[in-house]
């Protein structure tokens, strides 16, 4: 019989799961439910987004879908190394194995459903904008959506129901009614705001238009900044919550003075618009997210920053999202389609790889400077070693997350000596 699948959220996720679900045959009738309004229609908010980059895992899930990743990489800038910019002008590269496809979520999420609708019609596919979901009914299999324009509610049953409604998922907070589920959320000590350049071109920055650019301030004030396939310039600048700078400025004059001061590189393209354009934009926390398990009985899976939100520090979010989809995928092939088992093992799978990539986004980079210097050495010292002996010795941890698609849990098992460190290092200078 063919199941009736409400997926709440129209993200990289939810998007990509469509895809896989409806390249099943005709098991399966989907219903996407996204809370804002079609992204492909509304003028494109710079004010809502941020550039994402995709390594082998999320490249290998969207790969399996035929034509995705051309047209992914059709609106991508390929980085092949990441330029650390330092105080006094200088700079120091280290170069990847493989390429990072980096674009902006925006547009990822607006190929994702361009590709979705090019080759489905609403026989099988209907995605539903400005519908909110309010709440979920576990027992009675039922969501209830609030649609926004009209302000009016509306209630549908499913057979199954998919939340990859992000870190403030509505579909997890439903869980929480049952006895066995457990979920600790917590705000990361850092803050983000994105930037946007409109015009990058007459920079040094723009002849290393294939480089990830960073700097990093004394008070782990981090700037990462990326070239954008139609020319200029996105990032995000992350900042410690408390006595942080970004927060008290109030006028262009003051952004532009905190930019040439601090990231001169960005100070010298960013014009007056671009500093007010900055000045508008809110404030965003980042959540982290673990639970114990992401499934209910036969009829309910999160998946995505719903079951386990991440800090951006290591930009793994999107990647360990799509590479959840390409997993269910699988259980499904395993389990020739039966929900209950492929559920079930979907928690028992990836459970212990969403705690590991949540302690990894925490962990894997130090606040102190000193122990960032250390990390630095460190990651040169196992490069060398990997490369000399690569038997005896992992990768370093960088080229583990970003360059291979080893598990998160193996990930942490192997560093989990630097993880602790960190930690003991980073309570510290939060209790202080
Ligand atoms: C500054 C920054 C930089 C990042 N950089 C990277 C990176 O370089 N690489 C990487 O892999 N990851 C990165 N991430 C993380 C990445 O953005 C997320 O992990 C990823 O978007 C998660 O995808 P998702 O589909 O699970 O959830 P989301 O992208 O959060 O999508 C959830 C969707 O659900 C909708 N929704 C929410 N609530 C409801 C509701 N109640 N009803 C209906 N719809 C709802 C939302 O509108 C949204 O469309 C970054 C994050 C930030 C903040």
Same mark, same amino acid.
């Given at each position: 019989?063919?199941?009736?699948?409400?997926?709440?959220?129209?993200?990289?996720?939810?998007?990509?799961?469509?895809?896989?679900?409806?390249?099943?045959?005709?098991?399966?009738?989907?219903?996407?439910?996204?809370?804002?309004?079609?992204?492909?229609?509304?003028?494109?908010?710079?004010?809502?987004?941020?550039?994402?980059?995709?390594?082998?895992?999320?490249?290998? !899930?969207?790969?399996?879908?035929?034509?995705?990743?051309?047209?992914?990489?059709? &609106?991508?800038?390929?980085?092949?190394?990441?330029?650390?910019?330092?105080?006094?002008?200088?700079?120091?590269?280290?170069? #990847?194995?493989?390429?990072?496809?980096?674009?902006? #979520?925006?547009?990822?999420?607006?190929?994702?459903?361009?590709?979705?609708?090019?080759?489905?019609?609403?026989?099988?596919?209907?995605?539903?904008?400005?519908?909110?979901?309010?709440?979920?009914?576990? !027992? !009675?299999?039922?969501?209830?959506?609030?649609?926004?324009?009209?302000?009016?509610?509306?209630?549908?049953?499913?057979?199954?129901?998919?939340?990859?409604?992000?870190?403030?998922?509505? &579909?997890?907070?439903?869980?929480?009614?049952?006895?066995?589920? /457990?979920?600790?959320?917590?705000?990361?000590?850092?803050?983000?705001?994105?930037?946007?350049?409109?015009?990058?071109?007459?920079?040094?920055?723009?002849?290393?238009?294939?480089?990830?650019?960073?700097?990093?301030?004394?008070?782990?004030?981090?700037?990462?900044?990326?070239?954008?396939?139609?020319?200029?310039?996105?990032?995000?600048?992350?900042?410690?919550?408390?006595?942080?700078?970004?927060?008290?400025?109030?006028?262009?004059?003051? &952004?532009?003075?905190?930019?040439?001061?601090?990231?001169?590189?960005?100070?010298?393209?960013?014009?007056?618009?671009?500093?007010?354009?900055?000045?508008?934009?809110?404030?965003?926390?980042?959540?982290?997210?673990?639970?114990?398990?992401?499934?209910?009985?036969?009829?309910?899976?999160?998946?995505?920053?719903?079951?386990?939100?991440?800090?951006?520090?290591?930009?793994?979010?999107?990647?360990? !999202?799509?590479?959840?989809?390409? &997993?269910?995928?699988?259980?499904?092939?395993?389990?020739?389609?039966?929900?209950?088992?492929?559920?079930?093992?979907?928690?028992?799978?990836?459970?212990?790889?969403?705690?590991?990539?949540?302690?990894?986004?925490?962990?894997?980079?130090?606040?102190?400077?000193?122990?960032?210097?250390?990390?630095?050495?460190?990651?040169?010292?196992? /490069?060398?070693?990997?490369?000399?002996?690569?038997?005896?010795?992992?990768?370093?941890?960088?080229?583990?997350?970003?360059?291979?698609?080893?598990?998160?849990?193996?990930?942490?098992?192997?560093?989990?000596?630097?993880?602790?460190?960190?930690?003991?290092?980073?309570?510290?200078?939060?209790?202080?």
């Amino acid at each position: 019989m063919v199941k009736t699948v409400a997926i709440i959220g129209a993200g990289p996720s939810g998007l990509l799961l469509a895809h896989y679900l409806l390249s099943r045959g005709d098991k399966y009738n989907i219903n996407i439910y996204e809370a804002r309004s079609d992204r492909r229609i509304i003028p494109f908010s710079k004010s809502r987004t941020f550039p994402i980059s995709l390594n082998e895992r999320g490249m290998t !899930a969207l790969r399996q879908i035929p034509g995705l990743e051309a047209a992914v990489k059709a &609106v991508s800038v390929e980085m092949t190394g990441t330029l650390f910019h330092q105080k006094n002008g200088k700079s120091r590269l280290t170069p #990847r194995k493989k390429p990072l496809v980096t674009l902006d #979520r925006t547009n990822l999420v607006i190929v994702l459903l361009n590709q979705l609708t090019q080759k489905y019609d609403e026989s099988r596919l209907k995605i539903h904008f400005d519908s909110q979901c309010h709440s979920v009914d576990l !027992a !009675a299999k039922t969501v209830t959506f609030k649609n926004i324009p009209k302000t009016d509610n509306f209630t549908v049953n499913y057979d199954l129901l998919l939340g990859t409604d992000g870190a403030n998922s509505v &579909v997890r907070e439903a869980f929480l009614s049952t006895e066995e589920f /457990k979920c600790e959320q917590k705000y990361y000590p850092t803050d983000y705001k994105s930037i946007f350049l409109n015009n990058s071109k007459n920079s040094s920055l723009h002849l290393k238009s294939d480089h990830i650019h960073t700097w990093r301030l004394k008070d782990g004030t981090l700037m990462v900044a990326l070239h954008q396939f139609d020319g200029t310039l996105s990032g995000a600048i992350n900042f410690p919550r408390e006595k942080n700078q970004i927060a008290s400025l109030s006028s262009p004059e003051e &952004v532009l003075n905190f930019f040439h001061q601090n990231f001169p590189e960005i100070g010298q393209i960013m014009t007056e618009e671009d500093a007010q354009n900055f000045l508008n934009r809110p404030i965003a926390k980042i959540l982290t997210v673990r639970c114990n398990h992401y499934h209910q009985g036969d009829s309910v899976l999160i998946m995505g920053d719903a079951a386990h939100a991440v800090s951006s520090s290591i930009g793994q979010g999107c990647n360990a !999202a799509l590479e959840d989809v390409a &997993v269910f995928d699988h259980l499904l092939e395993e389990y020739h389609d039966d929900l209950a088992e492929s559920l079930k093992q979907f928690t028992i799978r990836r459970q212990p790889d969403g705690y590991a990539l949540v302690e990894l986004g925490d962990y894997a980079f130090p606040t102190s400077t000193g122990l960032f210097f250390e990390f630095i050495l460190r990651e040169y010292i196992a /490069k060398i070693l990997h490369r000399v002996f690569p038997e005896k010795f992992p990768p370093s941890l960088i080229d583990l997350i970003f360059e291979t698609t080893v598990s998160y849990s193996e990930i942490l098992t192997s560093y989990q000596d630097w993880i602790t460190k960190v930690k003991k290092s980073n309570d510290k200078l939060l209790s202080t």
